[in-house]
């Protein structure tokens, strides 16, 4: 009991500060000759901590804070066109007024040339922390969007003006992948779905239904169908994780209509997926290609995490090893899924 009382007590700690382990800044590339218009959004409370308040703080009228985020956003986000760099100009910085804690940049840069090659620097990880990253469309008139994926391991890029570019499909697929591995809420909701599960027919029922469900919402979210406030389908995510968890624990016979449970939570853990691609402002064609992307993304990420703890966790169940197992896990999400509502329901 002392060592699970331990446990406990190390995953509140761990996922008071770890519920996404990626932060996304959400960018735009605006293509008119030898003028480009780049425009970054970030969630402040979303990165690194000391970043973040200085981004609140420009955001809320600090003339000081304002001239500092001014200076990194001349020195983070760089652009060159045919060898030669573009040069900064007008800056804004500003705070939504929907009380969500973005803050908007927005860079103004003239180039020497209008074609050749566009270089892309994205530094911002040094500032926003190391598992932040943009996803930036970069948008020319007449021709389809380009998008790009930039993190701490990949923070250049090119773009051959001159020429027909590839449509961004990998980048949304990475997205997705990488949003599903690194959303830990969503990896504890399928582990407590899972947890109690011994058959294959079983797992694939509770997956497809969790899958369609999801595709439904995030899709619906992202076409502009449906509008849920992330303080609403936060906390909801949260709560179907207890939710789950208990369930393991007190009504263990219930499996048998998991993937009902699984298709109803479903449904918020969808909107939760689509707050990735909502903000980027894509045109139709670049949308569709975005949602497709990054919801085989997610799938992808999905079957990985299941084929990976699936095989260990039904061995080390079985009598004679660890029987309890299951009931020891839901415990443990539980707590973090406890956790997770009370902060997000605190807006900590």
Not at 82 to 95: D, I, K, L, N, T
Not at 163 to 170: L, M
Not at 232 to 256: C, D, F, K, M, R
Not at 302 to 329: D, E, K, T
Request: glycine share 8%.
């Amino acid at each position: 009991m002392r060592s699970i009382a331990f446990s406990l007590l190390a995953v509140a700690w761990t996922v008071s500060a770890a519920a996404h382990v990626n932060s996304t800044g959400l960018a735009t590339l605006d293509l008119d000759g030898e003028k480009l218009l780049y425009r970054l959004t970030v969630v402040a409370t979303e990165v690194d901590e000391q970043g973040g308040r200085l981004l609140a703080t420009a955001a809320d009228g600090d003339r000081a804070a304002a001239e500092r985020v001014a200076g990194f956003l001349r020195d983070y986000a760089r652009f060159s066109i045919a060898g030669e760099a573009c040069q900064p100009g007008r800056v804004a910085v500003r705070g939504s007024t929907a009380g969500d804690d973005k803050v908007f940049l927005e860079m103004v840069l003239s180039c020497p040339k209008s074609t050749g090659t566009l270089a892309i620097r994205d530094d911002w990880p040094e500032v926003l922390g190391a598992h932040f990253q943009t996803v930036l469309s970069v948008r020319q008139p007449g021709r389809p969007s380009v998008e790009f994926v930039f993190r701490e391991d990949r923070r250049a890029a090119t773009l051959d003006l001159a020429i027909a570019a590839p449509t961004g499909w990998f980048a949304f697929i990475a997205m997705g992948v990488e949003h599903i591995l690194g959303g830990l809420d969503h990896l504890l909701f399928l582990l407590a779905l899972l947890a109690l599960v011994r058959g294959l027919w079983q797992t694939v029922t509770i997956v497809t239904g969790f899958t369609v469900a999801h595709s439904i919402t995030l899709s619906l979210a992202v076409l502009g169908v449906v509008d849920v406030p992330s303080r609403i389908v936060e906390p909801l995510i949260a709560a179907s994780i207890v939710w789950v968890a208990v369930e393991n624990l007190l009504a263990p016979s219930g499996i048998g209509r998991r993937w009902l449970i699984a298709a109803a939570f479903g449904l918020i853990h969808g909107l939760g997926f689509a707050s990735a691609l909502t903000e980027l402002d894509l045109s139709r064609e670049a949308l569709v290609r975005a949602l497709v992307g990054f919801n085989v993304g997610v799938e992808l990420g999905q079957i990985a995490f299941v084929v990976v703890v699936m095989p260990p966790l039904v061995w080390a169940s079985r009598p004679g090893r660890l029987p309890r197992l299951p009931q020891i896990l839901s415990v443990l999400v539980a707590a973090a899924g406890t956790v997770w509502l009370v902060q997000r329901l605190l807006g900590v």
